[in-house]
């Protein structure tokens, strides 16, 4: 990996053969021990029913990669030293990019992108399952499905939850032209449209940021870099757009005639997403989980940011699916490989089930007993008839980390010591801590010790206090960009790995110069209710700056023909839908679509108001300074280093 000076300077990338230090060897060795790593009977599932596989590499409009089939062909044979046994194994399961038939009318195309597209054959067309990230990769995976299977029309599209996996590539699939003139449902669960873009507009600047961490992006594919991201590959980083539901599953159990086949769909909000839905397909066998059921544990809270999930809904959820897939001889997720077989769907649900309700419970008790969620993750371990079960080990979520989201869905952040109710931000205590401790060379003295112990949590908690204090130390940087590696290495769950990695990474080369494109973000805003998108809107107004001004906008759109008035009060942004008020400073009239440009930064706002495409009455100047008031973050955050921010 060649080495950029940024902010920091140029740590040695490591290479394998002398990448893994002796405590790491031995904890993986450990672990190998104490697991049926030979068990094939996964691997027979995820290579069954393979009709062919893509190659080459899918590339965006302008010719960025965004997943290359080829990029992880090294990841057979036994596991290199530098990655969890575990994880290695269950990376393997996730190569398997292709299209698959999984049973009558039943197919899957898998690592397209970081989820999959489920394909049913319905009386006159493909019912679509899912539409993966990005349109690119939605528009990829069908144009080989139908190379291989024959051309067919989509004739229904069905969004199993509010994820952006999941939606993202809707446009890749249909067009709202073509959905209105051949009357395709487009199913969803009840409140997904609001809960797909609120949580991708509102917070999805920090959201997409922290999901590089989460996900690995740009990290090197290789023994020392991202390997999978436990619910498949790559993710797609590509156009992001929905598609706005006509058949809405408003009950907890709803049957719909599909394209001549039986549905059941069944509504499981609230725990992996805030809108979800499973299904049954009686006439096929088939019960479909949608994200309530992978072959990893999930996560109740994912490290890149999300609402805190429930876990004891969730586990509920999981014991009604064992009655609804009473008669199922085919199970299907939307990540990761199929199961056949009653009795192993099954064992499946159950071992899912009581893996959350286990969390949730335990952690439960052990808050009841005073333990803070430090203490919990600490102390908290399955059961071996859990543990044992590769269907619900860590290599997605982690058990540590949910128990803590566990405690902060009942008791909130704050552990209940009075000592961090008003915490010092951190870069303004680790320099008092390092001075404390006696200077900058005792702190890394400790650290060395520490690292040469194997202790590694301990030694990246010293030089974190270090880098963050004194950020210019290089042997600090170095030291922590080793210990980054070494927890890596050793770390089971995958989006663990990438967040050391990508940590590591970021030491050595500073954080990245551009952001995820905005551009990205714009066939999913002009299909997102106008009220939500100025929710956001609002929650960009530099509050500071603001104090003090009294500005008004009038805001008319002429293709949506929607009009709303738009003001800042005691530095507060307010809208309302309604016809322009003669007391504004400014009226702008013009397309939604322009609009959206000005707001995600594609078009400036002085070159906007010079266009022909919009129309400006009263000041100028004011509207001016009303939108210089609107912060738009560059999605470039600093995350392991400090960073003045605010």
């Not at 969890?84 to 292709?98: E, I, K, Y």
Request: one cysteine or more; proline letters at 5%; glycine letters at 8%.
């Amino acid at each position: 990996m060649a080495c950029a000076i940024a902010l920091t300077g140029c740590g040695k990338a490591p290479d394998q053969a002398d990448a893994a230090s002796a405590a790491t060897l031995a904890a993986n060795q450990a672990l190998a021990q104490s697991l049926p790593l030979d068990d094939r009977q996964d691997f027979d599932d995820a290579a069954r029913g393979l009709i062919a596989r893509p190659t080459g590499k899918l590339l965006s409009a302008d010719n960025k990669v965004l997943i290359d089939f080829d990029a992880y062909q090294f990841v057979k044979g036994p596991a290199p030293s530098t990655v969890n046994p575990s994880l290695w194994r269950h990376a393997q399961l996730n190569t398997g990019a292709g299209l698959y038939k999984v049973s009558e009318r039943v197919y899957q195309l898998r690592g397209f992108d970081i989820s999959n597209i489920t394909l049913i054959i319905g009386n006159s067309g493909w019912i679509v399952v899912d539409a993966l990230t990005a349109r690119e990769a939605a528009s990829t995976a069908l144009a080989f499905a139908r190379q291989h299977l024959g051309e067919q029309p989509v004739s229904a599209l069905i969004f199993t939850h509010s994820h952006a996996d999941h939606f993202g590539g809707a446009l890749g699939v249909l067009s709202p032209a073509e959905i209105q003139s051949r009357k395709l449902p487009v199913i969803a669960p009840m409140g997904f449209l609001q809960e797909a873009t609120s949580e991708n507009v509102m917070v999805g600047t920090a959201m997409g940021r922290r999901s590089e961490y989460q996900f690995g992006r740009n990290l090197p594919h290789s023994a020392t870099g991202n390997v999978d991201t436990g619910l498949g590959k790559d993710l797609a980083y590509g156009a992001l757009g929905i598609l706005e539901p006509n058949l809405l599953i408003t009950q907890p159990a709803q049957e719909v005639d599909v394209d001549g086949l039986r549905f059941i769909f069944h509504n499981v909000p609230g725990a992996e997403a805030p809108a979800e839905l499973t299904f049954t397909v009686p006439q096929l066998k088939l019960y479909a989980g949608a994200e309530i059921l992978s072959q990893t544990m999930h996560n109740l809270l994912p490290v890149r940011g999300a609402k805190v999930r429930d876990a004891l809904l969730w586990s509920n959820y999981l014991d009604s699916a064992l009655l609804q897939a009473a008669d199922a001889d085919v199970y299907v997720g939307q990540h990761n490989w199929p199961v056949w077989g009653n009795a192993r769907i099954v064992e499946l649900i159950t071992k899912h089930r009581d893996v959350y309700r286990y969390t949730h419970d335990q952690t439960v008790r052990l808050i009841n007993a005073g333990l803070t969620p430090d203490e919990i993750a600490q102390q908290i371990t399955l059961p071996p008839s859990l543990a044992s079960y590769f269907g619900v080990r860590g290599y997605y979520g982690d058990l540590r980390h949910n128990a803590r989201a566990v405690y902060q869905h009942y008791m909130g952040i704050y552990d209940g010591n009075p000592a961090h109710l008003d915490k010092l931000p951190q870069q303004d205590s680790a320099a008092r801590y390092v001075s404390l401790m006696g200077g900058a060379d005792r702190v890394l003295a400790a650290a060395q010790a520490a690292f040469d112990k194997g202790e590694y949590r301990w030694t990246a908690e010293l030089l974190n206090q270090l880098v963050m204090g004194a950020p210019a130390n290089q042997k600090a940087l170095d030291l922590l960009i080793r210990t980054y590696e070494q927890l890596a290495y050793q770390a089971e769950a995958a989006t663990w790995r990438n967040s050391y990695l990508k940590a590591a990474q970021e030491l050595r080369q500073g954080p990245p110069k551009v952001g995820l494109p905005r551009a990205n973000l714009i066939d999913m805003l002009a299909h997102t209710p106008t009220e939500r998108f100025l929710d956001s809107v609002a929650a960009s107004l530099n509050g500071p700056a603001a104090a003090g001004k009294n500005l008004s906008l009038n805001l008319v759109f002429t293709d949506t023909r929607e009009s709303f008035v738009l003001w800042i009060e005691n530095a507060v942004l307010h809208y309302k839908k309604a016809a322009p008020s003669a007391k504004s400073d400014a009226t702008l009239t013009l397309t939604k679509a322009v609009f959206l440009k000005v707001i995600t930064g594609t078009a400036g706002i002085k070159d906007t108001l010079l266009s022909d495409d919009v129309k400006v009455s009263g000041s100028k100047l004011d509207l001016l300074s009303f939108f210089g008031l609107l912060d738009k973050a560059s999605g470039t955050f600093t995350i392991v280093t400090p960073e003045k921010r605010g």
